[in-house]
């Protein structure tokens, strides 16, 4: 039987863990209502190598706080470092090469499995979510759902996977392509989407064969400790998939320079992405970057307002602005923008914050202070560099929500194109107005950023709907949806600074996941010289 990765710990072990937790890391930085011991005792993860839950070497814990409630310690974790990374590594190569030899379709009926029960958890799993990073509690149930999806998806493909069987140019001869897996793969995921993303990566990933080492966001690790207890639940072999905590200078950056490991994927900034490319590129191993966005929807002037309204407010303020698809522009054009900026304005100002889990919440809190305090450094860009607040703009206070890292939904009007708040990833509640004359400006204005994710245009004119669709440079574009929601059966990823030409989801993320090997047969019993000889 497999031990639970969420246990407790008794008697001596109290008094050394709670020395471990106030040394460096693992500070206590929180009033909390309860003993030390208490808390400790209840929240206690760890890592997960080869399927046995092991501590850092050095000892050393971090704590995960509740964003909306920073007296609730949600967690600690290890706070681990090469070793760790090594021991996971070694577990991942051990797993292998019986992993790989598993037929797809069982491999399948595992991960199949994994969905059944994630399905079966989803609530428990949505509530953890929700303390831990902060989403209401709809979207975390999304979020889980996501990842339920994936599972589905991922499954499927155990019986599919398919190459190419094509003719070739001699007789008695065949040709055709198969996916080879790639070996240990190693995944760097963010906090923002605590249990799609991981499932983005791990369960293509598996399903091609290889084996995963998991570094969660130090800001939401908990959630993912659920998936794995899922995954062995399910009967995944011990070691094919590895969670190690910590963070990404002790962990992240050991892994992408670790000569046992094939294939990085990662969400993230694109500073750090660009990092991680260039030390992939001297070690000659595959990447795969899902990096920053500023995302933009257009509302031209025949659009249904109702429609774009209600895109544009779960666009930009879904997750409190915590998504890489999340709307931080609204480019809309000058015969509707009084007609739609008035309504946004009001329907933002009274959007409600507060803890994720009151189901009448529609806005939670940023992830941390540090965050928060970015957030508001760009406000305070955008109102020195002459753009209009109209609402927000300011930490949310009062009825609790100081408790948390609430920011207020703020809304930018008179914004110029090459404003910073017109340029730069904000990753919070605030979203952009620019006006426009026509639809080319339209576009012209959503492409002139170096990002290039998510999009969408609210129109009913079926010709400026194709216009953008094939216009826009981006990954992704809704016509009369909002820039976020992207399903899992279609490719998800960016160009320019967004990514680096890969995508995760739909079957296309196998390309990542796999090698291409090419396979020729000759059955005619003799020397037979393409491009030389002929029939
Ligand atoms: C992300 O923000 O990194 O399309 C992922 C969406 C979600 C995924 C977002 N399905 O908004």
């Known amino acids: 039987m497999r031990p639970q990765l969420f246990w407790f710990t008794t008697g001596l072990n109290i008094l050394e863990n709670l020395l471990r937790c106030c040394s460096g890391f693992g500070t206590l930085s929180v009033r909390v209502d309860r003993t030390a011991d208490e808390q400790i005792m209840e929240h206690r993860y760890h890592n997960v190598i080869n399927g046995q839950l092991t501590e850092a070497t050095s000892g050393r814990r971090f704590n995960n706080i509740n964003p909306a409630d920073t007296t609730d310690l949600v967690g600690s974790f290890p706070a681990s470092g090469e070793a760790e990374v090594n021991a996971a590594v070694d577990a991942a190569a051990d797993a292998l090469p019986g992993w790989r030899k598993l037929p797809a379709p069982r491999r399948g009926e595992i991960v ?31 979020d889980v759902q996501e990842g339920i999806d994936t599972a589905y998806y991922a499954a499927g493909e155990g019986r599919r996977m398919f190459g190419d069987t094509v003719p070739v140019e001699m007789p008695n001869k065949a040709g055709f392509s198969i996916r080879r897996p790639i070996g240990v793969c190693g995944m760097i995921t963010p906090w923002n989407f605590p249990m799609a993303i991981p499932t983005w990566k791990i369960f293509p990933a598996i399903m091609a064969g290889n084996t995963v ?7 939401a690790p908990a959630t993912v400790t659920q998936l794995l207890e899922v995954l062995a639940e399910a009967g995944l072999p011990e070691g094919v998939v590895n969670l190690v905590t910590g963070s990404g200078a002790a962990v992240g950056d050991v892994m992408v320079r670790h000569p046992g490991i ?21 070690l000659h191993k595959r990447v795969s970057l899902e990096m920053g966005g500023k995302n933009a929807q257009i509302v031209m002037d025949d659009a249904d ?19 890489c698809t999340a709307t931080s522009r609204l480019i809309v054009h000058k015969k509707v923008l009084l007609a739609f900026t008035d309504r946004l304005v009001e329907r933002t100002s009274r959007l409600k914050l507060g803890d994720g889990r009151d189901e009448s919440v529609d806005v939670g809190p940023l992830i941390n ?11 305070d860009r955008g109102r020195s560099e002459g753009a209009r607040m109209l609402c927000g703009g300011k930490p949310a206070a009062g009825n609790g929500l100081d408790k948390g890292h609430f920011y207020e939904p703020t809304l930018f009007d008179c914004v110029e194109p090459d404003m910073s708040i017109a340029q730069e990833e904000i990753f919070g509640p605030v979203t952009a107005i ?12 959503l492409n002139g950023t170096r990002y290039g994710l998510s999009s969408s245009i609210y129109t009913r004119n079926v010709n ?18 909002p820039t976020i929601g992207a399903e899992v059966q279609l490719p998800f990823g960016g160009v320019k600074a967004t990514g680096n030409g890969h995508r ?7 390309d990542f996941y796999t090698e291409w090997k090419s396979v020729y047969v000759d059955y005619s019993g003799k020397l037979q010289r393409a491009q030389i000889d002929e029939t």
């Open 112 to 142: 199949f499995r994994v969905g059944r029960i994630m399905a079966d958890r989803k609530e428990q799993i949505a509530q953890l979510l929700t303390r831990e990073m902060g989403k209401v509690i709809a979207e975390a149930r999304g």
């Open 213 to 219: 080492v998991l570094k969660p966001a130090t800001d």
């Open 262 to 282: 094939g294939a990085i994927s990662f969400t993230g900034s694109s500073a750090v992405g660009a990092e991680i490319a260039a030390t992939c590129g001297q």
């Open 305 to 323: 307002l109702d429609l774009a309204l209600e895109g544009a407010l779960w666009g930009a303020f879904g997750t409190a602005g915590q998504r």
């Open 369 to 379: 202070a540090a965050q928060r305090e970015t957030v508001a450094g760009w406000v």
């Open 434 to 445: 620019l006006a426009v004359d026509s639809l080319d400006e339209a576009i012209a204005v």
């Open 464 to 481: 400026g709907a194709f216009k953008a669709m094939e216009e826009i440079e981006a990954g992704i574009t809704y016509v009369n949806g």
């Open 504 to 510: 995760e989801a739909s079957h296309t993320v196998f």
